[in-house]
């Protein structure tokens, strides 16, 4: 016999988004489509029922400085879920492998050390096109948005498990 959970089925849920407070963690390197992407996460939000006053938003260096900011969010108490918005682009380099696996490591870590949603928005593309295909504006594919519903599905579906303890 299972427990009703808010995820008790293969469909999404409702996304109720109301109460929560959510920090975005947007990259600086590539602000042409991370600006895209943080465009993507406030409609998401905002489409969740998210109020504008529970969302805070702040500008790191890269996407290799998410993983520590969105720490200091989740044990700040201040925030129910973090979405991480980032776009590293493929290079003549190394650099490329070394940013975007530790970027993700790190972001997946901190979600695990601290049990808050630790949304992973960053892109990872071989060209800018890729990256401006996966940014598109309002009524196209955007990974902000999809991040942001992500964010509150979390949210409340780990609030769900917390209550199962009896």
């Known amino acids: ?22 920090a975005v963690v947007c990259g600086r390197f590539n602000d042409h489509v991370t600006v895209r992407l943080l465009e993507g996460v406030r409609r998401g939000l905002r489409g969740c029922e998210v109020a504008d006053d529970d969302v805070t938003e702040v500008w790191v260096p890269g996407s290799f400085e998410l993983p520590a900011t969105s720490k200091a969010f989740a044990e700040s ?33 901190v979600g695990l050390d601290t049990g808050m949603p630790i949304v992973f ?13 996966r940014s598109e504006p309002a009524g196209g594919h955007n990974v902000g948005e999809e991040a942001a519903q992500t964010a509150v599905e ?6 769900s498990i917390s209550k199962l303890r009896t």
Do not use: K, W
Request: charged share 20%; hydrophobic share 45%; net charge negative.
């Open 1 to 22: 016999m299972s427990r009703d959970v808010v995820a008790s089925s293969r469909e999404q849920p409702a996304l109720d988004g109301a109460g929560l407070r959510v």
């Open 121 to 133: 928005g960053v892109l990872t593309t071989e060209n800018l096109d890729q990256a401006l295909c």
């Open 77 to 109: 108490g201040a925030v129910d879920a973090v979405v991480c918005i980032g776009c590293v682009i493929r290079g003549d380099t190394a650099h490329f492998d070394l940013v975007a696996g530790e970027c993700a490591r790190g972001i997946q870590q």
């Open 154 to 159: 979390m949210a409340r579906l780990l609030v």
